[in-house]
């Protein structure tokens, strides 16, 4: 009996692997029309199973072409604001940059969970929300953390270290403040342990 599971199992997988192969070969680009690209193919002897997987192969190919185009990783969230806010989404793109360079003035390397990961976080927020307002901000941190592929723990943490530079930016006195004060402001939270890091 379990010999002959072992042979089913090993020809499931030869098929798969030949199905793979086969569809490879077919170099269909357009997602739109693979699944009647697909099931009216020519096969053989060793794919004339293939044109039953072919809702599988496309939803595939259809997944790796939407990361292909998303070449900058941004969530589906980001990538609707984008849509609608092209020029803050710019501005939201350069400003993570200009965190960053501030964050690695203190810290040797860009990490993730501990304190140079809250730097960026609290600085991109509150670069942003001087430069496009605390709204948009706040819409496009949200939506940066609407990402399926990171773990629960990090989105809070992350967002609790965007909402601290947030409350910061309403203080009146701190809303005007340059990128240096800004980043000595952060060094200050990070001295009275406000910050969450896993």
Request: aromatic letters at 10%.
């Amino acid at each position: 009996m379990f010999r002959s599971y072992a042979i089913i199992m090993m020809l499931l997988s030869f098929s798969a692997h030949a199905c793979d192969d086969w569809f490879k070969k077919l170099k269909i680009k357009d997602a739109k029309t693979c699944e009647s690209k697909c099931r009216t193919a020519l096969t053989d002897m060793s794919t004339f199973m293939c044109t039953q997987d072919c809702e599988q192969l496309c939803k595939s190919l259809a997944e790796s072409a939407k990361e292909e185009n998303n070449f900058y990783g941004l969530t589906d969230d980001e990538i609707s604001f984008c849509k609608k806010n092209r020029i803050d989404c710019l501005k939201a793109y350069r400003l993570s940059i200009q965190a960053e360079e501030s964050c690695l003035s203190i810290y040797k390397r860009s990490d993730t969970n501990d304190e140079s990961d809250a730097c960026r976080h609290y600085m991109w927020a509150f670069f942003m929300a001087k430069e496009i307002g605390e709204k948009n901000a706040s819409l496009i941190l949200t939506s940066h953390e609407n990402n399926p592929k990171e773990d629960d723990s990090e989105k809070e943490m992350d967002l609790a270290n965007n909402k601290i530079a947030l409350d910061d930016f309403r203080n009146k006195e701190h809303s005007k403040k340059s990128d240096l004060d800004i980043l000595n402001l952060y060094k200050k939270n990070l001295k009275n342990k406000k910050f969450k890091v896993i």
